[in-house]
């Protein structure tokens, strides 16, 4: 069978809309120890946008994050964040428009030994100065902000137990709430549900989903689950080899294009 066809980019299709793009990846290549891992990507967030991204092991979602967050730049191409070029902006103001992006890791990047609040407060940092952070550590700031996102993501009760107490679904909301401390304009999720079971993946994806549209900001998340996407997320984006496939609304997508997405090519070693 033959890869998937490149399909019309729904950004290029919504050209008309009023709303400027959020992120811009533009001609964008990236390799690793000479290796491509992404090439000749075109993506474009928009606000509102709940885009999945798909694809199989290794195709490249978790890099496509790292250089929309800034954290990894480009060898090739140009990463606009908020119309602004990354790569023009000194280290000072990435930093700054960096908050405006806020990223939950697949193992959430938590400080286990620390109580839920510290966590939570770890999204205050990039605006507190660093003796307010310090202060923070041994009497808690801005204890009722914190209470409320957690009682945003659901768990109010555990602000003051250790985050290594939690479950895995309860430590995921902790990451959560820490990004809607920071409150950011795009919510990126590198597998949020991965470790998950089916019940706490669906009300985390509820949550996500939630909290992107209720406060207009736009939702980024990587998922293996296809069926998860399709009912989660309004656009989807295919990614394979390092190339998009697909760029396509959620009710669009055709099973052929899945299909040939995680199709095993011939010559694999798997
Ligand atoms: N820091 C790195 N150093 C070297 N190679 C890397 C690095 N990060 C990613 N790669 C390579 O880039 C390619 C894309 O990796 P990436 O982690 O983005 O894939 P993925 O789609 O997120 O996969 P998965 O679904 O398994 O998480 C892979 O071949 C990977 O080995
Ligand atoms: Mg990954």
Avoid at 167 to 189: C, D, F, M
Wanted: hydrophobic letters at 40%; one cysteine or more; glycine letters at 6%.
């Amino acid at each position: 069978m033959s890869p998937p066809e490149p399909q019309l980019s729904i950004s290029q299709s919504r050209s008309s809309s009023k709303d400027e793009p959020l992120l811009v990846l533009k001609q964008i290549s990236h390799g690793f120890d000479g290796q491509a891992a992404l090439q000749n990507i075109n993506l474009q967030i928009y606000p509102g946008d709940r885009l999945a991204l798909v694809g199989p092991s290794g195709a490249g979602k978790s890099t496509l994050l790292r250089l929309l967050n800034g954290s990894l730049a480009p060898n090739q191409g140009q990463v606009m964040a908020l119309g602004r070029d990354l790569a023009q902006l000194s280290n000072r103001q990435r930093r700054k428009l960096q908050r405006q992006i806020g990223t939950i890791y697949q193992q959430f990047n938590l400080i286990n030994s620390l109580r839920v609040i510290h966590n939570v407060n770890a999204g205050n940092l990039g605006r507190w100065s660093l003796p307010k952070a310090l202060f923070s550590l041994a009497i808690p700031q801005e204890v009722a902000a914190a209470q409320a996102v957690l009682t945003q993501v659901g768990i109010p009760e555990k602000i003051f137990e250790r985050t290594d107490q939690l479950s895995g679904g309860q430590q995921q909301r902790v990451a959560i709430a820490r990004v809607l401390t920071q409150n950011p304009q795009v919510i990126l999720a590198d597998e949020p549900i991965a470790s998950l079971d089916p019940e706490r993946s669906r009300e985390i994806m509820e949550l996500l989903t939630q909290l992107c549209t209720q406060q207009g900001r736009a939702l980024v998340v990587s998922l293996h689950d296809l069926e998860m996407a399709k009912v989660w997320c309004d656009r989807i984006v295919g990614l394979r080899n390092g190339e998009i496939c697909f760029d396509c609304p959620a009710i669009e997508i055709r099973s052929h294009q899945i299909k040939s997405l995680y199709q095993i090519e011939p010559n694999s070693s798997i």
